[in-house]
């Protein structure tokens, strides 16, 4: 190959205008952007709320009579891909009924060191027990806080709603809190907590409750 051969990647001679003007170039973006409306967000002072489907911090549901959903199966840490998820379940008993069924998850961890907010694991939960919220302040400076343990995952019942545990609306099977059948406590259950938990702790009970089984 003479020297004088092309080998087709070199760059091509500019004329000496674009030579003059193409250093400059660059500083075009920052002129165009000095005259639009700054886009800082001023986090923490205000906070700008994300998306609706935004990835959060993880939260576990209850059904509408205060009973767990989470049933123990550990589906949600074997989908993690990050194997941030630990599970250990427990049976329920006539005394201590968590969940609808035979079994509830009494260890529940997420490791937020390890969680990438994939989503995988609340698609893998077959009961909806499992849920991201949009909460994204997750920061600590210890590595053990972030280790976020049941009690910290599991949502509050609402105001009237005994928390788990106590029995299931009589005359119900698991299938029928799936299929929306119990729609909140009844007063057999109410009962149950006043005389299990005099003190009503975490119960929020209130006398008033009707039978909100749907036939
Ligand atoms: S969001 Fe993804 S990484 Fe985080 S716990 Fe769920 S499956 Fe694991
Ligand atoms: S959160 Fe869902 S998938 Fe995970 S153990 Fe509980 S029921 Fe199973």
């Known amino acids: ?82 194997d941030a998820i630990f599970v250990e379940a427990a049976d329920n008993t006539p005394e201590a009924q968590y969940s609808p069924g035979e079994r509830y998850g009494r260890v529940y961890e997420i490791n937020y060191l390890r969680c990438i907010f994939c989503g995988l694991c609340i698609e893998a939960c077959p009961t909806r027990a499992l849920t991201m919220t949009n909460d994204f302040e997750l920061a600590s400076q210890s590595r053990a806080d972030m280790i976020y343990t049941k009690d910290q995952l599991l949502v509050a019942p609402p105001e009237g709603v005994p928390a788990a545990p106590h029995p299931m609306v009589p005359g119900t099977q698991d299938v029928d809190y799936y299929a929306g059948k119990v729609t909140g406590p009844v007063p057999e259950q109410l009962e149950w907590v006043a005389a299990h938990r005099p003190a009503g702790s975490g119960t929020g009970v209130q006398a008033q409750a009707t039978r909100s089984v749907n036939a």
């Open 1 to 82: 190959m003479s020297k004088t051969q092309s080998l087709g990647w070199e760059h091509k001679k500019r004329s000496p205008i674009k030579r003059l003007f193409g250093p400059w170039a660059g500083f075009v973006v920052t002129f165009r952007t000095l005259f639009q409306k700054p886009v800082t967000e001023q986090y923490p002072f205000e906070k700008v709320p994300p998306k609706p489907r935004y990835h959060g911090r993880h939260q576990l549901n209850r059904h509408p009579d205060g009973l767990e959903k989470c049933v123990g199966c550990e589906l949600c840490a074997w989908a993690c891909p990050a």
